[in-house]
């Protein structure tokens, strides 16, 4: 089970950073991931990041967004910088992993808001 936070109101050139608290009995976290849905829109990948350190962005958002991890704490972030307006969005978190019994899991979190105010 994932749970997001973070999300709120912003000004646009301001900074926020989401964060996502995995739990549970994970073994390993291979893929974290976060997603965004602006109204009227589709879900769109913002951020990906792997085990071993690979690190994707969407190009709407390179420069501007890095993506971390603590495993020890089973935390993903997403720090969000020079926000714009067309930021605004719920934003989602997504693990992929396998649980201590060695199941894999695809797990998604509830989302977060954010809205980016001129």
């Known amino acids: 089970q994932l749970q997001a936070s973070g999300g709120g109101l912003v000004q646009a050139g301001g900074s926020l950073r989401l964060s996502c608290v995995a739990s549970?009995?994970?073994?390993?976290?291979?893929?974290v991931n976060w997603h965004r849905q602006a109204p009227g829109k589709q879900r769109e990948l913002v951020a990906s990041l792997r085990t071993g350190g690979e690190i994707n962005y969407a190009d709407s958002v390179k420069g501007r967004f890095t993506v971390s991890r603590d495993n020890a704490n089973k935390t993903t972030f997403l720090q969000m910088n020079s926000l714009k307006l067309e930021d605004t969005a719920v934003y989602f978190c997504?693990?992929?992993?396998?649980?201590?019994?060695?199941?894999?899991?695809?797990?998604w979190g509830q989302g977060t808001q954010l809205t980016v105010s001129s």
């Open positions: 549970g009995s994970i073994f390993v976290m291979y893929v």
């Open positions: 997504n693990i992929h992993g396998r649980t201590t019994s060695l199941r894999a899991f695809d797990s």
